[in-house]
C-alpha cells in the first residue's frame, strides 16, 4: 500500500543514518516534505545528499541540531514552525545491568529518551493535528528476532540488502553502548591495531560529530579469521 503524503512535512530525529535515514527515505518517497536532522552540519549534508540520490525530487529540509537539549528544540522551531509528522527517533541506552547504571546516567536516559522527545512536540501542536511516533522512547537492548543492530555490520547503508558479515571476511562483536550488537569488519587489521582499539563515528556519542570507543579486554580470547574472531568493549565517547 501506498500512503500519499503529499503537502506534510515530517522531522525524523537522529536520521543521518541506520533506522532514521531509513524511516526518512521511506517518507519522502511516500511524497512527504522530510526534516532530516543530525547534530553536526556535516553528516546531515551527508545524509540529505545521500537520501536525494535515493528518491530523486525529493524535498528534504536539513536540520544540524541536538535535539536533546532546549537550544536544539528551539532551533529546530525556528526552521520547522509546523511539522504534521514526528518521528522521535533519538534514543540512547547501554549495554548493562539496571542496578549498576548511575543515577546520572538514568537521569541523562530521561532527559534524552523522554524529555527531548516532548520538548519536541511544538511544531506539531502548531499544525492542529498531527501524528508523533515515539520511536526513540524504545530505545534499549532488545531480545531475539527483535535486535535490530545484532549481526548488522557497523557503517553498511541502512537499506543495504545485505548488511550483515561477508564469508570471507573478519570480525569484531561490538559490545556495549550506542553500537551495541554491531559487528567491526577488522579483516586485514595487525595484531597491534586491534590491541588499540578504535574510535567509530556515531550521532548516539555524547558529542556532535563524535565517537564511541571500542577496545578488547584485558585477556579477550581471539580467534582465526574469518568469521567474529573477538569481541571490542565500549569504554566511553570522544569528540
Not at 26 to 37: D, E, H, Q, S
Request: proline share 7%.
Amino acid at each position: 500500500m501506498q500512503i500519499d503524503l503529499t503537502g506534510r512535512t515530517a522531522l525524523v530525529t537522529d536520521s543521518t543514518q541506520g533506522i532514521g535515514a531509513a524511516i526518512a527515505a521511506g517518507l519522502a518517497r511516500a511524497g512527504a516534505r522530510v526534516a532530516v536532522n543530525g547534530r553536526s552540519e556535516e553528516s546531515v549534508s551527508a545524509a540529505v545528499a545521500t537520501l536525494a540520490r535515493k528518491v530523486p525530487g525529493a524535498e528534504l529540509v536539513p536540520v544540524a541540531a541536538d535535539v536533546a537539549g532546549e537550544e536544539g528544540a528551539g532551533r529546530v522551531a525556528q526552521v520547522l514552525p509546523r511539522v504534521d509528522i514526528l518521528v522521535n527517533n533519538l534514543g540512547i541506552f547501554g549495554s548493562a545491568d539496571p542496578l549498576e547504571i548511575t543515577d546520572a546516567e538514568w537521569r541523562r536516559y530521561f532527559e534524552v529518551n523522554v524529555l527531548a522527545a516532548v520538548g519536541l512536540t511544538g511544531p506539531t501542536r502548531a499544525a492542529g493535528e498531527g501524528v508523533v511516533v515515539g520511536g526513540g522512547w524504545n530505545a534499549g537492548r532488545m531480545n531475539g528476532d527483535e535486535q535490530l543492530l545484532c549481526g548488522r555490520v557497523y557503517g553498511c547503508d541502512h537499506d543495504d540488502p545485505n548488511p550483515g558479515p561477508l564469508p570471507a571476511r573478519t570480525y569484531a562483536a561490538l559490545v556495549g553502548g550506542p553500537l551495541d550488537g554491531l559487528l567491526l569488519d577488522i579483516t586485514g587489521f595487525r595484531a597491534e591495531e586491534l590491541d588499540g582499539g578504535v574510535a567509530l563515528a556515531t550521532e548516539l556519542s555524547r558529542w556532535p560529530g563524535g565517537r564511541a570507543l571500542y577496545a578488547p579486554g584485558d585477556g579477550e580470547p581471539r580467534t582465526p579469521g574469518p568469521g567474529t574472531v573477538c569481541r571490542f568493549h565500549y569504554s566511553g565517547d570522544a569528540p
